[in-house]
């Protein structure tokens, strides 16, 4: 336990010093954290290319809003891989419309706003969200993203998790149920 809180600290020591610009503690960031959010990326997006594009991408997002970060939204690695989590699921999303869409044009459609999850973690409540979010497994909390933020269907959902569609359902059951005894608390 004082091994995790001591690794938590020195992220939370890295993060302030990356929030002021220091290129050297965002290299030892990166080395730190890379390889877990890399495995990250690549479980839920089962492509490489992907995964890697991913974690680029939430690591200029850690860049820029390094300063955004408070204790009270989690732990400074589940903060950081939550960034990651999203990221793929996004580029997952616009992928396979672009796939399916077969029209240039669709291209140009995508919302940068921010999605429901978004907005509904920054108004009140955030930190209880996010808590019982934290609560849950990971494929819980990958099912309820994608399927109520994302907006996957349990066929998509099952297909991006690599799972069955019955296993999946079940999932986003049980993690709704933990979510509510969770925020009821």
């Given at each position: 336990m004082a091994l995790m809180e001591a690794e938590q600290e020195e992220l939370m020591r890295l993060l302030g010093s990356v929030a002021q610009g220091n290129r050297k503690a965002f290299q030892q960031l990166y080395e730190r954290i890379s390889g877990r959010m890399y495995g990250l990326c690549f479980k839920l997006a089962g492509q490489q290319e992907l995964a890697e594009e991913a974690l680029q991408d939430a690591f200029i997002r850690i860049w820029h809003h390094a300063g955004e970060y408070h204790s009270e939204r989690g732990a400074p690695l589940s903060w950081m891989m939550t960034i990651a989590r999203y990221r793929t699921l996004d580029l997952m999303r616009a992928r396979k419309v672009r796939q399916t869409a077969g029209d240039d044009l669709?291209?140009?459609?995508?919302?940068?706003?921010?999605?429901?999850?978004?907005?509904s973690l920054h108004q009140a409540g955030s930190a209880a969200l996010t808590g019982c979010l934290e609560e849950l497994s990971e494929v819980q909390r990958d099912s309820i993203l994608l399927s109520y933020y994302r907006g996957f269907t349990h066929d998509e959902l099952a297909e991006a998790l690599s799972s069955p569609i019955g296993t999946v359902k079940s999932w986003i059951r049980r993690g709704l149920i933990a979510l509510k005894r969770c925020l009821e608390r």
């Open positions: 669709l291209e140009h459609v995508e919302d940068e706003r921010h999605g429901p999850l978004e907005a």
